[in-house]
């Protein structure tokens, strides 16, 4: 893949308490998938990993799949059903991409904790803005 389109993808990944720690582990067009770790400023009152903060990974990553087709992109939408709470070790979280039309991509996104327990699943669409 092109430097250029690799440090775009790389800019996805925002300064959001914690988030800049993530770690990209898989990426071509239409595909990416990364881990980070918990940390305490990423859980809730109640102990466990926030659900903003997995959906705004899910949608970070839904990004960066759409991106790798050399497109600059936005989401367009977003939903997910969080399915098990975790509180400490290591997340993943992979986007696929389902359909990619002339304007838009859309994907699945799975987030799933080290010992693989999904944790929550969901679509994205990225509304495609210009080729890069």
Sequence with gaps: MREEIMEGIRRHI??????????????????????????ETALNLYGNLHGGFIFT???????MAAYAYEYANVTQHGDINFLKGVNSGTIFIEANSLHKGSKTVVSRV???????VLLATGNFTMYLLKAI
């Design 57 to 63: 990974l899910c949608d970070i990553v839904s990004g």
């Design 14 to 39: 925002l300064p959001l308490s914690g988030i800049e720690k993530a770690n990209i582990l898989e990426i071509e067009p239409g595909h990416a998938k990364i881990s980070i770790d918990i940390t």
């Design 110 to 116: 799975e987030a799933t904790s080290e010992d693989g």
